[in-house]
């Protein structure tokens, strides 16, 4: 499938693997970059000499385009940003914050920059500032959410920009590729459902909860004090919201969440881990290989939508 997105960033598939941090490393990245679409190293809250040990790791092992994802509300973001020029990544996405002041820097050294937004707004912004395309993230998505939804984000992102629109959040099977691109989106991320990939370096009790995940088993803390993060419930979770709900204040409920990200992906902490995670992993089923997994999202999108056309004639 050829759109302005594969154009872009020549990849053969419309699929970027969304950034997810203490999950997307260089073995998920370089499994999805191999497979034709876009794998992204998450810089999460990482020193950047550690995520520039993960570029050289692609690096080495495909010659495909990959990303960083660069959060920034991260102490490194600015270190992030210099890594960038300095490594040449060939794309870069940026999440929870405002990437401005960067952007110049980036399209100088000739990567392709591409902010997650969360509103129409920031979008516009975006475009005037030069970027060569958005990542429209609907409030479905794990991790760190924004107030809209998907379905409602897209279209309006679409209507109110020229360059290509990316849809995020609630994408893990054809009919959410097909329905992204109903809205005008021409490329979809997904981050749920390379949690449940064989190369996605994480713990076997995390994938093991996605894959039993059903449609209501995530929540959102930190609604209350701005900073909203979509997880699956959990006893960390459930304790966290208690507190929330009884007005304890922003900091004391970090302590709770300290290193809770750290504990989900590598120890497979049921009791203190916050597993970020989807609304739509009640769709992912089982753990496959990313090939097999973006070969699915492409043949069923092309499915759906002649399937579709053919009934409404
Ligand atoms: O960034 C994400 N999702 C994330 S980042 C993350 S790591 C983390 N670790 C500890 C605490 C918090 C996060 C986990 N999940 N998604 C992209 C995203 N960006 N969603 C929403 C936004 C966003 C929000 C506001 C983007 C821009 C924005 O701009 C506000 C402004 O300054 O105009």
Redesign the pocket.
Known sequence: MKTRVTELLGIAYPVLQGGM?WVSDASLATAVSKAGGLGIISC??APAEVIQKEIWQVKKQTDKPFGINI?L?SPYADDMAELVKEEKVPVVTT????PSKYIAGWKEAGTKVLP???SVA?AKRMEQAGVDAVIA?GCE??????EMTTMALVPQVVSNVTIPVIAAGGIADGRGVAASFMLGAEGVQCGTVFLASEECDIHNTYKELVVKAGDTSTVVTGRSHG?P?RCLKSPMVNEYLKQEKAGVDFMELEKLALGS?RKAAKEGSREEGSF?CGQIAGLVKEIRPCQTIIEDLMKEAVCVMERTTAKMK
């Open positions: 941090a999460g809250s959060m509300m999440g929870a914050g405002n997650v937004i969360p920031l993230e998505s794990g991790g760190h959410i924004g900073h993060i990200l970020m």
